[in-house]
């Protein structure tokens, strides 16, 4: 009987593990993607159509799902939705539907990061990396 509560704590330890390693490989590829489109993105006006909270924090500060609808230069509109994280004060401004700069993947136009918002006239660092050296 001592032998397979062991055996099924261990197997519960395990399956821990490989959840909380799988969660933190999302999170690296989610962020070097985010860095990569910060670098290399295509900056683009947009408007905020939709914004609401995910309930998440990260560091105290609320995530936020953004929809907004992108003008390219070609003048193509397209719809894209990201999830930021955003303090308070950012989220007033976009929440009067102001507009925003964005940067958008080349290869995917679904892939956006908020870059700059018009009202507080902040630009962005980026997004938040969990891996960027402090």
């Keep these: 009987m001592e032998n397979n509560r062991e055996i099924g704590a261990t197997i519960m330890v395990l399956i821990l593990a490989a959840f909380c390693f799988i969660s933190w490989i999302k999170q690296v590829i989610a962020a070097r993607r985010k860095m990569k489109i910060l670098k290399e993105g295509i900056a683009a006006q947009a408007r905020v159509l939709h914004i609401?909270?995910?309930?998440?924090?990260?560091?105290?500060?609320?995530?936020?799902?953004?929809?907004v609808q992108v003008r390219q230069a070609s003048g193509?509109?397209?719809?894209a939705r990201t999830t930021e994280v955003l303090p308070y004060a950012d989220y007033d401004a976009i929440r009067k539907?102001?507009?925003v700069t964005v940067k958008y993947d080349k290869a995917s136009c679904s892939r956006i990061i908020l870059y700059h918002i018009e009202k507080t006239g902040r630009i962005e660092a980026?997004?938040?990396?969990?891996?960027?050296?402090?």
Excluded: H, M
Excluded at 54 to 61: D, P, Q, R
Excluded at 76 to 79: I, N, P, S
Excluded at 126 to 134: F, K
């Design 52 to 67: 609401i909270p995910t309930g998440v924090y990260l560091n105290n500060l609320p995530e936020f799902q953004v929809q």
């Design 126 to 134: 980026g997004p938040y990396n969990p891996i960027a050296p402090a």
């Design 76 to 79: 193509d509109d397209f719809v």
């Design 97 to 99: 539907k102001q507009e």
